[in-house]
């Protein structure tokens, strides 16, 4: 089967990669956002040591202050504590919901240079992955341990084919159109680095130092529980800001558990998000298994992927390393 190449490769070499995990090597488990207990991570304990590998928990498993796993300064501490820690290869945030945002200004990122470790997490943990990408490091999108045993096989495996280097693939079925007919996929295949995350957390870096560099990179989205107006809102900032512009490609996780209102808003994440790049040039795909999916697979940020949409299927190829 034949398809055009809407772009072919967007090579970069800022980022940078911690070193990739080997048996014996310590894991350290924080939470810098919603509370956590420790019974809530055996699943995860559990794949750690399968895997290889040693398991320390951060201060902040356990505690509760209101919603959050401790107050800002104590979650600050300990997410400084597992960033500074000259053995820790690799910090799994525990929960997402919301507050890393709160503590992002109250780390510096001095002992994580000297001591580079693999930062894992999706949805809250975004504002985290931006200021890595910032700071020119890689890091890893991936299933938090709370739920872990609720989701597919996939979804641990590919966290540890990601922190071990190995060369695997994510594939699914192509979505055409969206629910008016609307075509809304733009065949490919493209080579360029990975960046992005949570749609909502992205929209909420705009303007700060943290805001994500998308140009000659594959933006990955994906959101949860949002009015449709809302994502709406997002897009159109996104795209005003100059984010959908000049990307290498544009990759759709899930769009999970979309609200509507009394009057319906008229228009679906596809169409919405459609809109705002039907007049770009890269390849465009819906329905990752990346995001709030009981299928929810791990993808490195920073490093080169390459993304091939044919009008059937989809498939990112994690190289496992800069090519």
Request: hydrophobic residues 40%.
């Amino acid at each position: 089967m034949t398809f055009a190449i809407a772009s072919s490769n967007f090579q970069n070499t800022e980022f940078l990669a911690p070193d990739f995990l080997v048996p014996g090597d310590l894991v350290a488990i924080i939470a810098t956002a919603r509370f956590v207990s420790e019974q809530d991570l055996q699943q995860a304990k559990y794949c750690l040591k399968r895997w290889g590998f040693k398991v320390i928990l951060g201060q902040s498993i356990g505690v509760k202050h209101h919603q959050l796993a401790g107050s800002d300064t104590a979650r600050a501490q300990d997410l400084q504590w597992a960033l500074d820690h000259p053995e820790v290869k690799a910090i799994w945030c525990a929960r997402g919901g919301y507050g890393t945002i709160r503590i992002l200004d109250e780390v510096n990122f001095k002992g994580f240079k000297q001591h580079p470790k693999w930062v894992i997490g999706y949805s809250d943990v975004t504002a985290l992955h931006a200021r890595l990408q910032n700071l020119g490091w890689a890091s890893l999108h991936g299933q938090m341990p709370l739920a872990l045993g609720e989701k597919t096989q996939a979804t641990a495996q590919t966290i540890e084919q990601a922190l071990t280097c190995n060369i695997y693939s994510i594939e699914w079925p192509v979505v055409n159109s969206g629910c008016d007919g609307t075509l809304i996929t733009r065949t490919g295949q493209v080579t360029a680095p990975v960046v992005g995350g949570n749609l909502s957390l992205i929209y909420s870096l705009l303007g700060s130092q943290d805001a994500i560099p998308t140009r000659g990179k594959i933006l990955l989205i994906e959101d949860l529980d949002e009015y449709l107006y809302h994502i709406d809102r997002m897009i159109y900032a996104l795209k005003r800001s100059g984010m959908l512009e000049g990307l290498a490609g544009l990759i759709v996780g899930g769009m999970t558990d979309m609200k509507d209102q009394e009057i319906p808003f008229g228009y679906d994440p596809y169409q919405i998000i459609w809109a705002a790049v039907a007049h770009e040039a890269y390849p465009v795909v819906f329905d990752a298994p990346i995001g709030h999916l009981a299928d929810n697979r791990a993808i490195p940020l920073g490093l080169p992927c390459t993304l091939t949409i044919s009008p059937d299927k989809a498939e990112i190829m994690v190289h496992g390393k800069a090519q």
